[in-house]
């Protein structure tokens, strides 16, 4: 497979093991381990807050004789904690790996401005320099489900090796970070193309038809490779949930002209279907007087409407004030219908009207994150 440079890190495979889905049983996460050293990856990701991950995946290690050299991890620590709370986590998280050092420890979440506080001048600024001094880590990165201009401060800081963020096909609002984050020499991981994505791996017909004949999932995976991004995240479940890793996993080059011509396809059918009601995300319609996140809203409409993803769209929106800072905390229905955005949209939106269509779309029972 092909490895990529990451920030300070030695080189990752094209596609990293996301650990927090084969976690029903140790055996699971083994197999799951074994399949993905098969494909050539050799870059795993995990974190205390994925439950057993971390157990059952330093018991893999051992169980398959894996050397630190043929596998590199990267670990996580939630923001918040004291110096003596985040030793004491990074302690464990090694001792559970069977781990002296790690290869990358990232800021599990810098969601706030209350989190990049912590970093920069509270007590998360003492525990990444004594890692770092210790030598427990080779370099300390971020992720991050905030706003853009957090990430942007993040990456504009200097203090990060890489980062990883949610960059998609379908969502490309992350993107000039993401190239502002290589151009810096970051190592830089895309969260959950597949799931977070879209649920690309069951794509509905309308998107299947737009991209064929190429499969919608790996056109997103193709999109990210060929913008340059170190490496794609791969949450799998099962040894066959790898195939993917193994089918792209030397594909790095730049798009292919029909992969081009599959995006223009996508393009015209988000058009056709919206129409004059596509919002083009250019956020000018914010701030909201009442805290409505109106892009993300209205590009799960965009999403439902123009690309016929529904079901991932409900899903998504069930989750606005479910999941804290990791997560959008006001739905459409908030929208005092003040017109304040009106004058701002380049577009000339029925902006209220819009939120009004995506919640009658979309509402539905209250939906919790994967973990936490």
Same mark, same amino acid.
């Given at each position: 497979?092909?490895?990529?440079?990451f920030?300070?890190c030695?080189?990752?495979?094209?596609?990293?093991?996301g650990?927090?889905?084969?976690?029903?049983?140790?055996a699971?996460?083994?197999?799951?381990?074994e399949?993905?050293?098969?494909?050539g990856?050799?870059?795993l990701?995990?974190?205390?807050?994925?439950?057993?991950?971390?157990?059952?995946? @330093?018991?893999?290690l051992?169980?398959?004789?894996? %050397?630190?050299?043929?596998?590199?991890? *990267? =670990?996580?620590?939630?923001?918040? #904690?004291?110096?003596?709370?985040?030793?004491?986590?990074?302690?464990?998280t090694?001792?559970?790996? /069977?781990?002296?050092?790690?290869?990358?420890?990232?800021v599990? @979440?810098?969601? *706030?401005?209350?989190?990049?506080?912590?970093?920069?001048? /509270?007590?998360g600024?003492?525990?990444?320099?004594?890692? %770092?001094?210790?030598?427990?880590?080779?370099?300390?990165?971020?992720?991050?489900?905030?706003?853009?201009?957090?990430?942007? *401060?993040?990456?504009?800081?200097?203090r990060?090796g890489?980062? =990883?963020?949610?960059?998609?096909?379908?969502?490309?609002?992350?993107m000039h970070?993401?190239?502002?984050?290589?151009?810096?020499?970051?190592?830089?991981?895309a969260?959950?193309p597949a799931?977070?994505?879209?649920?690309l791996?069951d794509?509905p017909?309308?998107l299947?038809?737009a991209?064929?004949?190429?499969?919608?999932?790996?056109?997103?995976?193709?999109?990210?490779?060929?913008?340059?991004?170190s490496?794609l995240?791969?949450?799998?479940?099962?040894?066959d949930?790898?195939?993917?890793?193994q089918?792209?996993?030397?594909?790095?080059?730049p798009?292919?002209? =029909? %992969?081009?011509?599959?995006? %223009?396809r996508?393009?015209?059918?988000?058009?056709?279907?919206?129409?004059?009601?596509?919002?083009?995300? #250019?956020r000018a319609c914010?701030? #909201?007087?009442?805290?409505?996140?109106i892009?993300?809203?209205?590009r799960?409409?965009?999403?439902?409407?123009?690309?016929?993803?529904?079901?991932?769209?409900?899903?998504?929106?069930?989750?606005?004030?479910?999941?804290?800072h990791?997560?959008?905390?006001?739905?459409?229905?908030?929208?005092?219908g003040?017109?304040?955005?009106?004058?701002? #949209?380049?577009?000339?939106?029925?902006?209220?009207?819009?939120?009004?269509?995506?919640h009658?779309?979309?509402?539905?029972?209250?939906r919790?994150?994967l973990?936490?």
């Amino acid at each position: 497979m092909v490895r990529r440079a990451f920030g300070a890190c030695a080189p990752v495979s094209l596609f990293t093991l996301g650990t927090m889905r084969a976690l029903e049983s140790p055996a699971q996460l083994q197999a799951v381990l074994e399949a993905a050293l098969e494909a050539g990856i050799n870059h795993l990701e995990t974190a205390p807050a994925y439950g057993p991950s971390q157990r059952y995946l @330093g018991r893999a290690l051992r169980q398959l004789g894996i %050397e630190p050299a043929e596998m590199l991890i *990267t =670990s996580k620590l939630l923001p918040g #904690c004291s110096l003596q709370q985040g030793q004491q986590q990074l302690q464990r998280t090694l001792e559970q790996l /069977g781990r002296a050092r790690l290869d990358n420890l990232a800021v599990h @979440g810098l969601n *706030t401005a209350e989190h990049l506080q912590w970093v920069f001048s /509270g007590p998360g600024r003492d525990l990444l320099q004594w890692a %770092e001094e210790e030598q427990l880590v080779g370099q300390v990165g971020f992720s991050s489900h905030g706003p853009n201009d957090l990430i942007d *401060t993040a990456i504009r800081s200097k203090r990060f090796g890489f980062a =990883s963020l949610h960059l998609h096909l379908l969502d490309p609002a992350r993107m000039h970070l993401a190239a502002q984050a290589l151009q810096q020499g970051m190592g830089l991981m895309a969260i959950s193309p597949a799931d977070k994505g879209g649920q690309l791996w069951d794509p509905p017909p309308m998107l299947q038809q737009a991209c064929a004949p190429i499969a919608p999932l790996e056109l997103a995976y193709r999109f990210l490779i060929a913008r340059g991004i170190s490496t794609l995240t791969l949450g799998a479940a099962s040894p066959d949930q790898l195939q993917w890793a193994q089918l792209l996993g030397g594909a790095d080059g730049p798009l292919t002209a =029909s %992969e081009q011509q599959a995006l %223009e396809r996508l393009n015209q059918q988000r058009l056709d279907n919206l129409g004059d009601s596509l919002c083009g995300q #250019c956020r000018a319609c914010l701030p #909201c007087p009442s805290g409505v996140p109106i892009p993300e809203l209205l590009r799960l409409r965009n999403l439902t409407i123009g690309h016929g993803m529904e079901r991932h769209a409900r899903e998504r929106y069930a989750m606005v004030g479910q999941a804290g800072h990791w997560f959008e905390q006001i739905n459409a229905a908030a929208c005092q219908g003040c017109n304040q955005c009106l004058p701002r #949209c380049p577009h000339q939106l029925p902006i209220p009207e819009l939120l009004a269509d995506t919640h009658q779309r979309l509402a539905s029972s209250p939906r919790r994150r994967l973990w936490g």
